[in-house]
């Protein structure tokens, strides 16, 4: 099922939002949306979508669950194709294995303000540091009115484009399937794509206003310069994405956060990290994952 997006569900209004969002992902890349339950994932009390009764205690909840979203998600999506499995095992390690069997695994996390950012819960944070496949993680709260640039009286409309879609990118080793990801989401939702990376002043130039002369100041010039070496094959690739690239100086990190407040989807890296121990999350990542106010979707890579 590569081409599928699976979407992790145990009624918790953050895992809805998750299944909403992976609909309308699942519609835009026309693929099939694969909805799953973890057996032994505890089913938290839910406001069913289509106005069904929520089913007595002793009845089989998970099934119901499946069904009644799957129901609501066809029924609010037209042409939306959907399946739905439990699938047997801890929920990480259940999670995890139906990751791989997927093109792209959507997760819920709960929000903690507007623009405040995610509550990660465990679960989540494990499937994350060891899934091989992209994983996005999206806040309860959001809508898709949300993904859209908001109109006179600063209201998101659907009427409208869509917000841009933030690509943090690694100019040490900037990973193909990162970049291709951030684009190819980009082109679907016809929108910018606005490409943050950081870099560092040597300590040999200690006035940054140094960097402004316009002359080749050495490696700190070079490396700032580096992002149109990195994107000019994407960008022949894609051809209709409009891209704006941002340098920032240091992390990333913290440049990230501000950028998803107007994003639609933030886009960044994660290293495969296979040793039994450590969090396998890096800092960056760590830090966008935790307050972004946008979904952000985590791509591992080698």
Do not use: C, N
Request: glycine share 10%; aromatic share 4%; hydrophobic share 45%.
């Amino acid at each position: 099922m590569p081409h599928t997006i699976t979407v992790g569900l145990d009624g918790s209004p953050e895992s809805l939002a998750a299944a909403d969002w992976a609909a309308r992902e699942a519609l835009l890349r026309e693929v099939p949306l694969r909805l799953v339950h973890a057996g032994e994932l505890p089913l938290h009390a839910y406001i069913p979508f289509a106005g069904e009764a929520v089913p007595p205690p002793g009845a089989d909840r998970s099934a119901h669950l499946l069904r009644e979203v799957g129901t609501a998600l066809r029924h609010r999506h037209p042409g939306l194709r959907v399946t739905a499995d439990r699938i047997a095992g801890q929920p990480a390690a259940a999670l995890t294995a139906a990751a791989e069997e997927a093109g792209l695994l959507v997760l819920g996390s709960r929000g903690i303000g507007r623009v405040a950012g995610f509550i990660v819960g465990s679960v989540a944070l494990a499937v994350l540091a060891r899934a091989e496949r992209p994983v996005v993680l999206v806040r309860t709260g959001g809508r898709a009115e949300d993904e859209h640039l908001p109109d006179a009286r600063g209201t998101p409309s659907s009427a409208l484009p869509r917000r841009e879609v933030v690509l943090g990118l690694d100019l040490v080793d900037p990973d193909d399937a990162v970049v291709e990801f951030a684009f190819d989401a980009a082109r679907r939702r016809a929108a910018v794509l606005r490409v943050v990376h950081g870099w560092s002043v040597p300590p040999s130039y200690g006035d940054e206003d140094a960097l402004d002369t316009g002359l080749d100041a050495g490696p700190a010039v070079r490396e700032r310069r580096g992002p149109a070496d990195v994107l000019e094959q994407w960008k022949d690739k894609f051809p209709d994405v409009e891209v704006r690239t941002q340098s920032v100086v240091g992390g990333a990190g913290a440049h990230l956060v501000d950028a998803s407040r107007e994003a639609a989807l933030v886009v960044v890296g994660r290293r495969i990290r296979r040793a039994p121990v450590g969090s396998h999350i890096g800092p960056v990542t760590h830090e966008v994952l935790h307050h972004a106010s946008a979904p952000v979707a985590v791509i591992p890579h080698d």
